[in-house]
């Protein structure tokens, strides 16, 4: 309506993303895992508007590696051009699928964020 993407969907850009490596890269298995990532806190700076239907990079690191968490920090930005149009982080605690009590990050979920850690 405003000519933009909405700003929950730059929340959105943020999940895939990290769910996209984690699937990929650790073998999350969000369907069917004894372990999932919970969201415990989310943020995100504005700096420029995206709009539809434009493609977007993500650049995604690791910034803190815990026993049972992880913060994320990513940028948004127009593919092929210099800047971001957004930043934030994305904080998951890795908990039991069935009792959401926090457990230690499982390998290979460990090895695949230790080679996004800044």
């Known amino acids: 309506m405003y000519g933009h993407v909405n700003?929950?969907?730059?929340?959105?850009?943020?999940?895939?993303?990290?769910?996209?490596?984690?699937?990929?890269?650790?073998g999350l298995d969000i369907h069917a895992g004894g372990v999932i990532g919970v969201c415990a806190?989310?943020?995100?700076?504005?700096?420029?508007a995206i709009a539809?239907?434009?493609?977007?990079?993500v650049g995604?690191?690791?910034?803190?590696l815990g026993r049972s968490s992880v913060r994320y920090e990513l940028e948004l930005g127009r593919a092929g051009e210099p800047g971001a149009l957004a930043a934030g982080w994305f904080v998951h605690v890795f908990v039991?699928?069935?009792t959401r009590r926090p457990v230690e990050i499982p390998e290979p979920l460990r090895g695949?964020?230790?080679r996004l850690q800044a």
Not at 7 to 26: H, M, R
Not at 52 to 57: L, Q
Not at 60 to 64: N, S, T
């Open 7 to 26: 700003n929950v969907e730059y929340y959105s850009f943020f999940d895939t993303a990290i769910n996209a490596w984690l699937i990929k890269e650790g």
């Open 41 to 48: 806190e989310s943020h995100c700076e504005y700096r420029g």
């Open 52 to 57: 539809f239907p434009e493609t977007i990079d």
């Open 60 to 64: 995604l690191r690791v910034g803190k």
């Open 96 to 98: 039991d699928r069935e």
């Open 112 to 114: 695949c964020l230790e």
